[in-house]
C-alpha cells in the first residue's frame, strides 16, 4: 500500500514520519509517500526523506493514497482529497470533535485515532499522550524560567545571594512527573500535590515534596482520576491557593479524560500570588485550570502575575515531538501490519486495535468497549 504522509497545517510544526522512520515504514512494506516539505518545521529537509527510500510528491497525491499518517486533526478539504476506503491514522481525539467523526463516515474512511490507545502495559509504545506530555512537562518548566526572569538554582557569590526559585506542580501525571523533574535539576525547590495519593512515591523521587490533598480521591478503573465533588473540590482548592501564593512558579497539569479540566485556581488565588510569579497552566487546551487562562497566550494580571496558557508545549520542541510521535506511529504500524508486507490488516479482536478504530469503510465503531488498565 501506499502511505502518505502530508504538510502539516502552516502554523503547526510537528510531522508523522522522520527520515528513520520512514526506513522502517518501508521495510514492513510501505511505499511511502512525503509532501514535499513535510518535515521542515522539525528540521527534516525533503532530500533525507529522499535518501530515506521516500517519494516526494504533492499535496494530492499524499493524501490520495491508501493509509495517510497525521500528526493532527484533518480539515473536510484535506478529507476529500482521500479516496473511499483509505485509512487515515492520526492525533483524531473523536470524544471531542464530533464533526470530524461525522466526516470520516460520510467519506467511507476508516480511520485510527492513534491517542486513544488505551493506557496498558502492552501499548505503552504506541502511547502518544504519554510521549507528548514527557516533552511538555520539560518544556512548560523552561516556558516558566524564560518568563521568571530569575535564576531557578539558589547562589551564593562574592557580588551576592539568591535562593533557589520555589516550584510547584499541581498534577503528578505524566506531565507533571516531567515538570518535577526538570525544576529539580535545574535547582529549583519542588513540591508536588496530586489527588491521587498513591503517586506520592513517584512524585518524591523525581525531587520534589509530596503535598497531599486533604481528601483522597477514588481513582477510576481506567487509572484516571474522576472529578471531585464540589466540598471535596473546595478543600483541594484552598490548598492548592495556599501553596500557590508560597510559591514563585506554579504548573498546573490537572485533567479528566472526556471533561473540562477541573478549575484549581481563582481569581482571588491568582491575585494572592506575588508580583513577579509565574503559573503556566498545562491544561489551556482543555478549558483550562486557573480561571484567568487564555489559551494559546501569555497573560500578565494588573498584580504582576503571569499566566502562560500555551496549548502547543510540546510541539515547541518539534525534532524530538516529530521524532516520539514517529515512533509511536511506527509501533501501531507494526501492529497492524502482520505479515509486513505493506498490508493494514485491522484484528478488532485486539483490544488495543479495537479502541483506536474510531470507523471501518464509514461504518461507525466509536466509542469502543472500555479497557481496564493493567
Ligand atoms: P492526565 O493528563 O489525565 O491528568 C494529569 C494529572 O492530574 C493526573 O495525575 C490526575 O490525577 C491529576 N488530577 C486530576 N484532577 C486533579 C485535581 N483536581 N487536583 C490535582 N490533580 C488532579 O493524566 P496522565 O498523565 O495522562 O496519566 C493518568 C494516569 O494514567 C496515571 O495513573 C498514569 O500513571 C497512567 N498512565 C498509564 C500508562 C500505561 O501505559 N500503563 C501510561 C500513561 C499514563
Not at 520534589?208 to 473546595?234: H, I, L, N, R, W
Not at 482548592?237 to 514563585?248: C, V
Not at 501569555?298 to 504582576?304: A, S
Not at 502482520?338 to 479495537?354: E, S, Y
Amino acid at each position: 500500500m501506499r502511505l502518505g504522509i502530508p504538510c502539516q497545517p502552516p502554523d503547526r510544526s510537528m510531522t508523522a514520519a522522520t527520515p528513520q522512520t520512514v526506513e522502517q515504514l518501508i521495510r514492513l512494506g510501505y511505499e511511502v509517500v512525503v509532501q514535499h516539505g513535510a518535515g521542515a518545521p522539525a528540521q527534516f529537509p525533503d532530500a533525507a526523506y529522499e535518501e530515506a527510500g521516500a517519494e516526494l510528491a504533492d499535496r494530492a497525491e499524499t493524501w490520495g493514497c491508501n493509509v495517510v499518517v497525521t500528526a493532527y486533526a484533518p480539515d473536510d478539504a484535506e478529507l476529500d482529497l482521500m479516496h473511499p476506503g483509505a485509512t487515515l491514522i492520526g492525533r483524531l481525539d473523536p470524544a471531542r470533535h464530533p464533526e470530524l467523526v461525522q466526516s470520516l463516515q460520510d467519506r467511507s474512511l476508516t480511520a485510527l485515532a492513534i491517542d486513544t490507545v488505551p493506557r496498558i502495559s502492552r501499548a505503552q509504545s504506541m502511547d502518544v499522550l504519554s510521549s507528548q506530555a514527557n516533552l511538555a512537562g520539560y518544556r512548560a518548566v523552561i516556558e516558566a524560567a524564560a518568563h521568571f526572569g530569575r535564576l531557578l538554582n539558589g547562589q551564593v557569590t562574592a557580588a551576592g545571594k539568591f535562593p533557589p526559585a520555589s516550584v510547584y506542580v499541581i498534577g503528578a501525571g505524566v506531565a507533571g512527573l516531567a515538570a518535577i523533574g526538570t525544576a529539580y535539576s535545574l535547582g529549583a525547590v519542588v513540591k508536588g500535590t496530586d489527588v491521587r495519593p498513591e503517586v506520592a512515591d513517584q512524585v518524591k523521587s523525581v525531587g520534589a515534596e509530596f503535598v497531599p490533598v486533604p481528601t483522597a480521591q477514588e481513582v477510576s478503573d481506567d487509572g484516571y482520576a474522576k472529578e471531585m465533588s464540589a466540598d471535596q473540590a473546595a478543600l483541594a482548592n484552598a490548598l492548592y491557593a495556599e501553596q500557590s501564593a508560597a510559591a514563585d512558579i506554579v504548573i498546573t497539569t490537572a485533567n479528566i479524560p472526556g471533561r473540562r479540566a477541573p478549575l484549581l485556581l481563582d481569581r482571588a488565588a491568582v491575585e494572592a500570588m506575588r508580583p513577579g510569579s509565574v503559573i503556566v497552566d498545562m491544561a489551556a487546551a482543555n478549558g483550562g485550570n486557573t480561571e484567568l487562562t487564555v489559551p494559546g497566550e501569555v497573560v500578565t494580571t494588573p498584580g504582576g502575575v503571569t499566566i502562560v496558557g500555551y496549548t502547543d508545549l510540546a510541539e515547541r520542541l518539534p525534532a524530538q515531538a516529530s521524532q516520539l510521535y514517529g515512533r509511536n506511529i511506527l509501533n501501531l504500524l507494526t501492529l497492524v501490519t502482520p505479515d509486513k508486507d505493506g498490508n493494514l490488516a485491522l484484528d478488532l479482536d485486539d483490544q488495543v486495535v479495537r479502541a483506536i478504530t474510531v470507523c471501518q469503510a464509514g461504518e461507525l465503531l466509536w466509542p469502543p468497549p472500555p479497557v481496564a488498565v493493567s
